[in-house]
T-cell receptor
Framework: DSGVTQTPKHLITATGQRVTLRCSPR?????VYWYQQSLDQGLQFLIQ???????AKGNILERFSAQQFPDLHSELNLSSLELGDSALYFC????????????FGPGTRLTVL | AQSVTQLGSHVSVSEGALVLLRCNYS??????LFWYVQYPNQGLQLLLK??????LVKGINGFEAEFKKSETSFHLTKPSAHMSDAAEYFC?????????????FGRGTQLTVWP
């Protein structure tokens, strides 16, 4: 158990819908990262937050957004869903950034029908 | 942007045999280097990481990796494979000196261990 929790574990929805994925980091970690894992693209970095502020953006679509709340949990919002958004979404947390170890949650498997 | 290449998307070994999983990075400045393992239906777990100093890094479960700057490589090895090592292994890098920490992953290597 990494100490990072993600809910829900599975999500099945239809095209055009909007969903919210939730992540609680390890106690004491200030950085939260979101990654997408798909067969086509592999593991790709989406976005990073540090202590409530956005720090870095990767290959995140405009239809996707995220935020980190004062209690440091984070949410990833995916809207106008397409079939191609079906993937495993991981949250990771670390103390800071750089060389700090990132601890991964169990992931949320999103299926868009 | 960083690029990570893992040679061999599938590797099969017999139980007790040497495990060698290959990873090469592209940047001219050596990055921070990581190996993660993913078991079915689970998240990623850190095996080991190289950030500075000793080029031979020991990790969990008997794995180790050697950083070779001249070869831009960070190959993962284990002297004797165990059935429980069957999983997918990912090499990842992040920019040295950066405070951001975003990871760039290779495409992964699926390790199969035969009895």
């Amino acid at each position: 158990d990494s100490g990072v929790t993600q809910t829900p574990k599975h999500l099945i929805t239809a095209t055009g819908q909007r969903v919210t994925l939730r992540c609680s980091p390890r106690s004491g970690d200030l950085s939260v990262y979101w990654y997408q894992q798909s067969l086509d693209q592999g593991l790709q970095f989406l976005i990073q937050y540090y202590n409530g502020e956005e720090r870095a953006k990767g290959n995140i679509l405009e239809r996707f957004s995220a935020q980190q709340f004062p209690d440091l949990h984070s949410e990833l919002n995916l809207s106008s869903l397409e079939l191609g958004d079906s993937a495993l979404y991981f949250c990771a947390s670390s103390v800071g950034g750089g060389r700090d170890t990132q601890y991964f949650g169990p992931g949320t498997r999103l299926t868009v029908l | 942007a960083q690029s990570v290449t893992q040679l061999g998307s599938h590797v099969s070994v017999s139980e007790g045999a040497l495990v060698l999983l290959r990873c090469n990075y592209s940047s001219s400045v050596p990055p921070y280097l990581f190996w993660y393992v993913q078991y079915p239906n689970q998240g990623l777990q850190l095996l080991l990481k190289y950030t500075s100093a000793a080029t031979l890094v020991k990790g969990i479960n008997g794995f180790e990796a050697e950083f070779k700057k001249s070869e831009t490589s960070f190959h993962l090895t284990k002297p004797s494979a165990h059935m429980s090592d069957a999983a997918e292994y990912f090499c990842a890098v992040s920019d040295r000196g950066s405070t951001l920490g975003r990871l760039y992953f290779g495409r992964g290597t699926q390790l199969t261990v035969w009895p």
